[in-house]
Nanobody, 120 residues
Framework: QVQLVESGGGLVQAGGPLRLSCAAS????????MDWYRQAPGKQRELVAS???????SYADSVKGRFTITRDNIRHTVYLQMNNLKPEETAFYYC??????????????WGQGTQVTVSS
């Protein structure tokens, strides 16, 4: 069994930074891509940032230049550094990963989410 556990959410003032972490644990052989999504109340879940096993990254246009996704392959952890946060970015932030488990099967996993609230 594999689990993704996010941390680092909280309340921040507009313009401030916040760093999210997501640690994967369990019967992991390797992790392919790792993503961060967010979902605001009444809105669809959207992809914020993605990073491959090789370190290639991609970002939603709305966060380019302000957010940075990184990963630690040894610790099976992905990070999202968020700078200059805006009130409209208040949302639940979710970690997603495609993981090859020890049986060599591939599954997609989600974390439970962490709340980010940006006050104006």
């Amino acid at each position: 069994q594999v689990q993704l556990v996010e941390s680092g959410g909280g309340l921040v003032q507009a313009g401030g930074p916040l760093r999210l972490s997501c640690a994967a644990s369990g019967s992991i052989f390797e992790i392919n891509f790792m993503d961060w999504y967010r979902q605001a109340p009444g809105k669809q879940r959207e992809l914020v940032a993605s990073i491959t096993s090789g370190g290639s990254t991609s970002y939603a246009d709305s966060v380019k230049g302000r957010f940075t996704i990184t990963r630690d392959n040894i610790r099976h952890t992905v990070y999202l550094q968020m700078n200059n946060l805006k009130p409209e970015e208040t949302a639940f932030y979710y970690c997603n990963a495609e993981i090859v488990v020890n049986t060599k099967s591939v599954y997609n996993y989600w974390g439970q989410g962490t709340q980010v609230t940006v006050s104006s």
